[in-house]
């Protein structure tokens, strides 16, 4: 269905935390992410060639989002645009922040180009624009940056959005320098060629910790779910994704009163996530984490 073709095409989409399951999402096993009140906007303008702005900057021609972009634009048949846009998360350390700006700019493109699209054909773009910074991202990232609410996602099929029984308040933390999720995905996979036995034995064990969580979230056990974070950051830890960072913010977020803490997304640095029982508890957590000298902040997800 065509529509009016307007002058300037807007789109937004938030940002994530993974409460359990990252990496073994890869390999098929479910993972559940949380999507984020804080995200990413693009505004698109038709333009004579392709012009990127991140915030006021104007982002040279050899800078990945470029390439990005124009697989967005391939897929959905777009003209060149000056696409400018705008972040309101920490950048690469695991809150989804490239996904967010990936379905952010495809919305955008869209919604210039004055036809209907389809969730589906914004979910392609999306993951076009994911590949070229993740090599072959499960797409958990981009179905948190499209969707609200806390979400259940096993790769290649549609996510399951989770009825929950309770708001959940969390409280995020940069807790060491980011590092490349595809270094972090090569270091897991370089693990499961050199003993699959037991990365088997740890995907079951991470996918009924996921199974379990799912039915605390939906029973409204907050308590259990965060003791279920903390056995997920055991496995993750063994996989050689946390640091001295992540275990000293995780540490301190517990003793601070949250009910579970782990890190986030690909690990190796980057951020954690720790479950709280509620909004004094989260923002008493993020105290704690601030006192470390630590970026932090609380957000709730709504129930
Ligand atoms: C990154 O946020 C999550 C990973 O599991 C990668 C992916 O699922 O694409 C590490």
Known sequence: MMREVFEEGRGHASGKVILLGEHAVVYGTPAIAAS???????VARRSETNRLFLGNKELPQDDPLHPALERIRTVLGAPPVEL?????LPPGCGLGASAALGVASARALADLSGQSTSQRRISEAADAWEKVFHGTPSGVDRSAAQENGVLRF???????K?????????????ASPAASTRDMIDNVAR??????????KNLEAIRSLV???????????????GRLMDLCQMILSGWMLSTEGIELACAKAREAGALGAKLTGAGGGGCIVALCEND??????????LDLGLEAFATRVPQ
Do not use: K, W, Y
Request: aromatic share 2%; charged share 25%; proline share 3%.
């Open 84 to 88: 400018r846009l705008e972040l309101d």
């Open 191 to 200: 693990l499961r060629s050199a003993n699959p036995d037991q990365f088997d």
């Open 211 to 225: 199974d379990n969580a799912t039915a605390c979230l939906r029973s409204g056990d907050i308590r259990s779910t």
């Open 162 to 174: 989770l009825v929950l029984r309770r708001s959940l308040f969390l409280t995020v933390a940069v």
């Open 36 to 42: 984020l009140a804080h995200g990413a906007r693009a």
């Open 280 to 289: 004094a508890m989260s923002r008493h957590v993020q105290d704690a984490l």
């Open 154 to 160: 096993v790769r290649g099929q549609e996510p399951e």
